[in-house]
């Protein structure tokens, strides 16, 4: 099977604090190919997510090694927590 469904929906924030819910490891292998960056940790859940597709690694490991980009990346939603640095204006010094 193809789309190797999580047991539970990884949710992450995009854009302007919208949620986005990832339920298999293609939605975070797509996910994390489209993040803007090249962080090791960002290498780090693509490679899974390919190991993950190709029969190498399960996808629950895929999930773990995604959820720790996403914390890195402050983007994963916990609780349904707003990121601090969403949660927080920024004052104006025009």
Known sequence: MLAKPF???IRVWVGLGFPRQLNTVV??????????????EQKAAIRACKA???GDIDA?????IF?????????????????RHMGTAQPNHA
């Open 7 to 9: 047991e539970t929906p």
């Open 27 to 40: 939605d975070a292998y797509q996910f994390a190919v489209d993040w803007c960056g090249n962080s090791p």
């Open 52 to 54: 993950a597709l190709a």
């Open 60 to 64: 629950e490991t895929a999930k773990g």
């Open 67 to 83: 959820l720790a980009f996403a914390r890195r990346k402050d983007i994963l939603m916990e609780d349904g927590a707003i990121p």
